[in-house]
């Protein structure tokens, strides 16, 4: 059985003005994370990337209304009852985010940080807590564990924090660990660093990842798959190797081009126009206006995803541009 | 060789500790020269003194010793006041939200430079904005917009051409592409890689991202703890890296193939 | 409970009506801005609208109720309810505008001027605004009035000075913040001057900010200037004034004619709570906005 189920959801936010019309943040995401499976979720923003996750959490504001289907281990999660919810926020899942500043309480040691979620949820006493915290630190590779614990979160670098951030979310073992975006606030070594520790420690405890980024380069590094979003919708789903090699839509295929290359000097190739958000999107294919290879079917109809093989891919045109395509990331 | 565009001769800035904190050496000696034309980047991660280093040449920050020098006429250094370039060296920043005055249009926002520095006629100044706001590949009607209705990058290339309007020799880009989305930052990277070609004007590049510095500069200079630890041609260096630093920094750049690695940041 | 404290009541009742989202018409916003319009216009005009001459008395009519002659009643002197009120309009209104005008503007301008150098002169002007704003500005007014006198400006000076500190600090921060914005470098870089950044961008943002709590404070102002003259150290007789009729009419009450304290009360309070939820409403909007 699978981890997690997404299967197309939807997400509408009801206007905050009374006659205002609902706006759609999540258009179609359909993705699945196996245990143990580390899954990408690529995409610019307002791709609606952070709204999945939310979803998911069942974080939302309470103005969202979520169609299509969210399961967790078979069990749908927008209808679990209040102690299952509790259940799954503190001990099934748990959530890296981007800015560990932001998200821990600046005036609480790190100690406290750390156990509070497991000892609130009853899983273990204080000093079992604290012991489990230790071996965790060490696990990731923080030495004189013993002295971080009491020390606060002004002390530690941004890279140490986000490893505390790290344990806090395995420490009550959980089964799928969400990771929005939890590299960008850092420099390119200590990413390096927090990824590796990331990698290594979800591998060694078969946990499901899902991981958000903007960064296709380092999702396709350090994933089994990935999912590209693009205006609330998945464009494109497969195994993160084959996609970062061959993509098949369009617009995967421009976030690659558009990537300087750190070995060359080749002008990178913008894609015109902005990244647009799911309720901006009209009729067609929400990438039409950015599209190179868009064609009248594309601006007057919506492209199901189609799955053929290991890929999924949401483009009227994805068997004829193919090659193209291909051709554009060995060039 | 001519005189340089820019000398910056044994630059050095100490930030006085706090209480019972020690005194911060942010800069620690930076020297190096940019010629007319030239495009130089200072790579480097947060705390390797960068900013601060562009920010003393651009005249937002006093020096503790050591002196800038544009054209051989001392801008900036030890016991030189703020903000003596004058408008020869502007500065495009990082943050696209942050950048420009929420309560003035674009086209004001430019005009109001035009009319303090060049006391031109109204119509002449118009004529301008419109050849700048093109410069930047924007639409004349954007001049009437204010910035909030401009998405990232169009709020990024109405600061890139604030800077041009006053034809500086030198332009400071602090981290300018870093906050965009990749498509974006692609065509605001093209964008400054035309203008240098039209323009005959030099950047000082100040940026983490390497892949960007490549693109951008002629000659680099990468900074750890506020020493140039290394400094030459852009493709030199991120070819063949000398320095364990450079190495390292290279490394961490995820590419096909890369495993993240936990030795990386241990320097 | 004094008259300061029921009076103060119903701005918490003001804070507890919660501000709409932005974006659209907001019916209270408007009610309360057509409420404070409205009397502004009456402290304009109301005293030429006087149906009697202030001073005149009639002692056999003395403490009536309404009626087709008198409409609002008389008071204790058999003078005219409606006319006093309207005449008292006049001071009623003047004294927390001149507060609020002077009181803003001085903030505004001790703010930015702190916020923009910076570094001690800024801690220095912060320290002693953080002193100036522990003195409670009716203390101050008292104080001024024994040594200074009655009247109109002596109470109007000591509230302006007091009230200063408080629109000086939140504009500070909002300052401080403001000039920490890159755009701000970007335009010391281009050459323009502290006097045109200052007034021309980092005023221009802030304004709507001081505006709002300006009309805070007018509703503050109102009741201060009126707990003055209640104090009968305001305008003094025969003028007439809200503040001072809450006090004159009080005699009365026990005799059951409560027809000028209620009035000018109840003219108080309502201009209270309209100007204090414009203000809140105001400074809502502008932090939805920002």
């Known amino acids: 059985m699978n981890l997690l189920d997404i299967e197309h959801l939807r997400v509408d936010l009801r206007s905050r003005e009374r006659r205002g019309a609902p706006r759609t943040v999540i258009h179609d995401v359909s993705l699945t994370i196996a245990p143990g499976e580390a899954v990408g979720v690529v995409g610019e923003s307002g791709s609606g990337k952070s709204m999945t996750v939310k979803a998911v959490m069942r974080l939302l504001p309470r103005r969202a209304t979520v169609g299509g289907t969210l399961e967790f281990r078979g069990t749908s999660i927008p209808a679990m009852p209040g102690r299952d919810l509790a259940r799954f926020r503190s001990q099934l899942v748990s959530m890296i985010y981007q800015d560990p500043r932001a998200h821990i309480n600046p005036l609480r040691t790190i100690g406290d940080f750390l156990i509070e979620g497991v000892v609130a949820s009853g899983q273990m006493n204080r000093a079992e807590a604290l012991e489990a915290a230790c071996t965790l630190l060490r696990d990731v590779g923080v030495n004189d564990p013993q002295r971080r614990l009491s020390q606060y979160p002004h002390q530690l670098s941004g890279g140490l924090l986000q490893r505390m951030m790290i344990v806090m979310a395995l420490l009550p073992s959980p089964e799928l660990v969400l990771a929005d975006e939890p590299t960008t606030a850092l420099d390119v070594t200590v990413q390096s660093e927090v990824m590796a520790i990331l990698t290594e420690q979800i591998r060694e405890r078969s946990v499901g990842l899902l991981f958000i980024t903007h960064d296709l380069d380092l999702a396709a590094a350090v994933t089994d798959s990935l999912a590209v979003m693009h205006a609330g919708t998945v464009v494109e789903r497969g195994p993160s190797a084959d996609i970062y090699a061959a993509p098949r839509h369009p617009y995967t295929a421009a976030l690659l081009a558009s990537r300087p290359s750190p070995t060359s000097v080749a002008r990178p190739v913008s894609i015109p126009g902005r990244p647009v958000s799911a309720f901006e999107a009209g009729e067609g294919c929400a990438f039409a206006s950015r599209c190179p290879y868009a064609i009248g079917q594309c601006r007057t109809e919506r492209p199901e995803p189609r799955t053929a093989g290991t890929r999924t891919v949401a483009c009227h045109r994805s068997d004829e541009l193919e090659a193209v395509l291909a051709e554009g990331v060995r060039a | ?267 | 409970m004094s008259l300061e404290q029921l009076t103060r009541l119903p701005l918490l009742a003001g804070r507890l009506v919660r501000p709409r989202r932005r974006g659209h018409a907001d019916p209270v916003l408007i009610g309360c801005g057509l409420i404070c319009a409205g009397l502004l216009a009456l402290a304009l005009i109301g005293p030429v609208l006087t149906p009697y001459p202030l001073d005149q008395t009639d002692i056999l009519n003395a403490s009536q109720g309404p009626s087709a002659e008198h409409l609002l009643g008389t008071d204790s002197l058999g003078r005219d309810l409606l006319s006093r009120l309207l005449a008292g309009a006049r001071p009623s209104i003047t004294a927390p505008a001149v507060i609020v005008l002077a009181s803003t503007t001085l903030g505004v301008i001790v703010a930015v001027f702190a916020a923009w150098r910076g570094g001690r002169v800024d801690r220095v002007i912060s320290r002693m605004l953080d002193v100036m704003f522990t003195v409670p500005g009716l203390l101050v007014a008292v104080i001024a009035a024994a040594i200074l006198g009655t009247g109109f400006w002596v109470p109007v000076a000591a509230l302006t000075v007091t009230y200063m500190p408080y629109i000086a600090r939140i504009v500070h921060s909002a300052a401080i913040r403001e000039c920490r914005l890159p755009y701000v470098e970007a335009c010391q870089l281009a050459g323009l001057s502290s006097w045109r950044i200052c007034t021309r961008h980092i005023l221009r943002n802030i304004a709507p900010l001081a505006v709002a709590q300006a009309t805070l404070a007018f509703a503050w102002a109102l009741m201060d200037f009126g707990a003055i003259s209640f104090l009968g150290l305001g305008l003094q007789p025969p003028a007439a004034e809200w503040g001072s009729m809450v006090n004159e009419g009080r005699a009365d009450l026990l005799t059951g004619a409560i027809w000028e304290s209620m009035t000018a009360g109840v003219l108080i309070v309502l201009a209270a709570v309209s100007f204090n939820i414009l203000g809140e409403r105001l400074a809502a909007r502008i932090g939805d906005g920002s």
Not at chain 2, 68 to 87: E, N, P, S, Y
Not at chain 2, 150 to 167: D, M, P
């Open chain 2, 1 to 267: 060789m001519s005189e340089p565009l820019l000398r910056v001769a044994n630059l050095r800035k100490v930030f006085p500790g706090q209480g019972t904190a020690d005194d911060l050496v942010a800069v620690d000696g930076v020297s190096f020269d940019l010629q007319q034309g030239e495009s130089v980047a200072i790579v480097g991660e947060s705390g390797s003194g960068k900013t601060t280093t562009a920010r003393i040449i651009a005249g937002l920050e006093t020096a503790t010793d050591g002196e800038v020098l544009l054209d051989g006429k001392t801008v900036a250094g030890r016991g030189i006041g703020l903000l003596r370039a004058g408008r020869d060296i502007q500065m495009v920043f990082q943050d696209p939200f942050g950048s420009l005055d929420p309560r003035q249009r674009v086209g004001a926002a430019i005009e109001e430079l035009l009319a303090v520095r060049f006391r031109q006629p109204k119509a002449e100044r118009r004529a301008r904005v419109a050849e700048l706001l093109e410069q930047v590949g924007l639409d004349e009607q954007h001049a009437g917009e204010y910035p909030r209705s401009l998405s990232g990058g169009q709020r990024q290339r109405v600061a890139i051409a604030r800077a041009l309007a006053l034809q500086p020799r030198l332009l400071i880009l602090d981290e300018a592409v870093a906050a965009l989305d990749v498509s974006v930052q692609a065509q605001v990277l093209n964008l400054l890689i035309d203008l240098r070609e039209q323009l005959d004007i030099s950047y000082l590049f100040v940026s983490h991202d390497l892949a960007v510095v490549r693109q951008i500069s002629d000659r680099c200079l990468v900074m750890n703890e506020g020493v140039v630890v290394e400094a030459g041609t852009t493709a030199d260096i991120l070819d063949h890296p000398g320095q364990p630093y450079t190495q390292q920094l290279l490394a961490a750049v995820p590419r096909p193939g890369w495993v993240p690695s936990r030795r990386a940041a241990t320097a």
